[in-house]
Structure formats: C-alpha cells, structure tokens
C-alpha cells in the first residue's frame, strides 16, 4: 500500500524522494508505471460528468492530468513541503504560467534585474503586451523592493542565486515585503536545488523549477513545477494550464520520477566538487573573481548562510581580456564541454554575454553584472581533480 501524505511529511527527503506518490497498477510493479495514453474511457456517461466536474476521482484527458505525471507532481510536492504541484512542459512553461495566470490588465509586477534572459524577457517585454506594467529592482536591496510597489502590485519574481551572477536574495525580506502590499512571490529556485532552499518555507507563495537542469540532472528532457499552496495553484494557476496545454510529456514525467531517486546524491557530488574548483579558482593568478555560494568572499555570504542549507552547484568566475579571454579558456577546455544547459552529470561551460543575456545590450548586461570576461561553470559528477586539471590548462591559454 502506498503511504499517505502525512506519512511522508514525517520521512526524511531522501525517502520522499523514492517512495512518496507512489501509484501502482494491478500488476504491482517495483518501478513507477508509465502511462502512454491520450485520454481514459468512462465506465458510463455519469462518470464522464463527474470527471469534468471534479466530483468523481480520475482521469480525463492528457493535457488534464495524466497518473505518471501526477506521481512526479505528488513526489515534488511532498518534497518541497508543498500542498500542490503541476508540472509543465518546460521550465519556462512554468515560470510563464506562474507570472502570467495570477495577473490582470492593469496589474503591476516588481522583479529583480538579475534574472536569466527568458525569465526577463517575460517581466519586462510580455506582460507589457497585456496591459500588465513592471519594474526592476535590484534585488539585493529590500527597501528598494519596498519602494516599487504600487497600489496595483500585485506580483514579485525572482531567483537566488541568480542566472548567472549568482547574486543572493534574502528571501524572508522580500516575502515580508511583499505580503505587506498584498502581493504573490515567485521564487525561481533552480540553481539552489530543492536540496540546499526551502522559498516556501521562506514565506514564497510559488516556487518553479526548470526540471531539465538538476532534477532530470541527466541531458535527456524537458520538464518544469510549479509548487505551492492548494489556494494559490488552484486560484489561477491550475485553468491556466488546463486551458493553454503547456502538458508534461508522460514519458518525460518518467525519466524525472527515476531521476529524482538520485537527486540528493547527485547534488551533494556535484556541490563537493564545486566547492573543490570554485576553492582552486579563487587561488589563481587569472581569475579575476570567482563566485560560489560556498565561500566566504560571496558577496552575500551572510545570507546564504542564513537561508541555504548548502552551496549551489555553479560558479561564476571573471577572466581578463573580456570576450576574447573568456573564448579562449572556453575553447580550451577539453573535458568540460561548452553548453548553455547546467544542473547535468556531465560539466558545462558558457559565456552568457554572447548566449543566454546576449539579446541585452552592453549597458543592461553591465548593470546585471554580466560582464564580457564573466564565466559560467556547471560543476558536474567527474572527478574533481580532473575538472580542475582541465581549467588549469585552459586558464594557460587566457
């Protein structure tokens, strides 16, 4: 028998991870099933009424809800310690759908500037196609969050550590600050993991994840979650998706559900060896910065302190010689492989001035502190002595 949810909410979250939201099949099979079906059939037509009324338990329809994924939704929430979860097709989907469903014409958003480039494209160039305003803050400074709001705010967004500056937000602050002017906070939580951050328990109303980064960990899907309480998901947020079809694949719902029996062990590998190469960084002659969430020279070290229970698993670091330096020690590497995904087994490299914030102009990026010289690094599951040998023969050639 599957254990229920307030049996999981007393399990550590390695356990959850394995076993909470389990649904087996007559056949009782060991592994998760996964369900490759468009829609369900109804024992008659009251029941089919009953589904699309929500009386009757079931499924209707793919883009509704479909059991592989639900297992993924119930498992993520039971982790997170949220009353809900929905998954998305992407990442993006997600944080689209968080932003977008709560909101009104008229409606108003503050968001901190340091934001991954989609995620400010949709802030700062979508909402305003909809009659929905916005205003950039930086992030770091509570009051100026406090000084943007509006009597029509109604929504803050932001990531910590941000992409890829990984600049710090104090989380409680700025929830403080946003119950205060009765606004929702969406917390983009990807680069801490659900490992290392708890937002909700910060006092974030939604926390969204790119699933494709540490949770699937692996380079092979797509996937995003939204979490949250029952009142926020089911407001807004749960039509929106039902309505607009931004479903989870089953069989990438699958492939994550496996995915997520690894997540501790993943992670606290690819920490340790974060922390090992962001150390061996700061001790070089080239780097003229080095970024981890682990030191203690981060800029916001006390509150990571305060609000992570570990390092995330990237790095920032700075080279001289701008954009030509950057090209040549990404050029250089042979082992870390040059990639704009992160959160995989395998370690990336990217130059976010020229990829991920490229459509920014210098003037915006500087102000982001994305700098031409500025480096982001996935730490991956090799060993750390190896990622370490690789960058110090490419620093060589900076």
């Known amino acids: 028998m599957p254990i ?3 049996a999981a909410a007393e399990l550590h979250p390695e356990t959850r991870l394995i076993q909470a939201g389990t649904m087996r099949s007559q056949f009782g099979e060991t592994s998760e099933a996964l369900f490759l079906t468009q829609g369900h059939v109804y024992d008659d037509a009251a029941q089919a009424e009953g589904r699309f009324l929500n009386t ?4 209707q329809y793919g883009r509704l809800g479909n059991p592989t994924t639900a297992m993924l939704e119930s498992r993520m929430a039971a ?3 949220a009353e809900t979860c929905r998954a998305t097709a992407t990442g993006m989907a997600a944080v689209t759908a968080a932003v977008m469903a709560p909101l009104r014409a008229g409606d108003h958003v503050v968001a901190a500037s340091a934001l991954f480039g989609s995620c ?3 802030i700062e160039d979508h909402l305003p ?3 929905i305003a916005s205003t950039l803050v ?3 400074d509570v009051e100026a969050w406090r000084q943007a709001v509006r009597p029509n705010t109604k929504l803050f967004f932001l990531e910590s550590p941000a ?7 104090d989380i409680a602050a700025v929830a403080e600050v946003a119950k205060e002017a009765g606004a929702l906070l969406v917390v983009d939580n990807v680069f801490a993991t659900p490992l290392f951050q708890r937002p909700l328990a910060l006092g974030a109303d939604i926390v969204v994840y790119s699933a494709t980064k540490h949770i699937d960990g692996q380079g092979r899907c797509l996937g995003g979650l939204i979490l949250g309480s029952k009142a926020v998901i089911e407001a807004d947020i749960q039509n929106f998706l039902r309505q607009t079809g931004p479903s989870l694949s089953p069989f990438n719902a699958w492939v994550m559900l496996k995915a997520l029996e690894t997540l501790p062990l993943r992670v606290a590998r690819q920490a340790e060896n974060a922390d090992k190469v962001a150390d061996w960084l700061a001790g070089q002659a080239k780097p003229t910065r080095v970024i981890f969430p682990g030191r203690a020279d981060h800029p916001q070290a006390a509150i990571v302190a305060r609000q992570m229970s570990g390092p995330s698993t990237m790095i920032a670091f700075e080279v001289p010689g701008g954009k030509d330096g950057a090209y040549r020690l990404l050029d250089a590497c042979r082992l870390i492989r040059i990639s704009n995904n992160l959160g995989d087994a395998k370690s990336l490299i990217v130059h976010p001035a020229t990829t991920t914030h490229q459509r920014f102009t210098p003037e915006v990026r500087a102000a982001m502190g994305v700098s ?3 480096i982001r690094l996935s730490i991956g599951l090799e060993h750390a002595d190896d990622l370490i040998a690789d960058l110090e023969q490419a620093l060589a050639k900076v």
């Open 79 to 81: 982790f997170e310690g």
């Open 120 to 122: 400010r494209y949709i």
């Open 138 to 140: 930086e992030g770091t």
């Open 372 to 374: 031409d010289g500025l």
């Open 163 to 169: 992409n890829p500056t990984l600049e710090v937000i």
């Open 4 to 6: 229920s949810d307030n």
């Open 129 to 131: 196609r909809y009659g």
């Open 56 to 59: 009757d338990p079931g499924f």
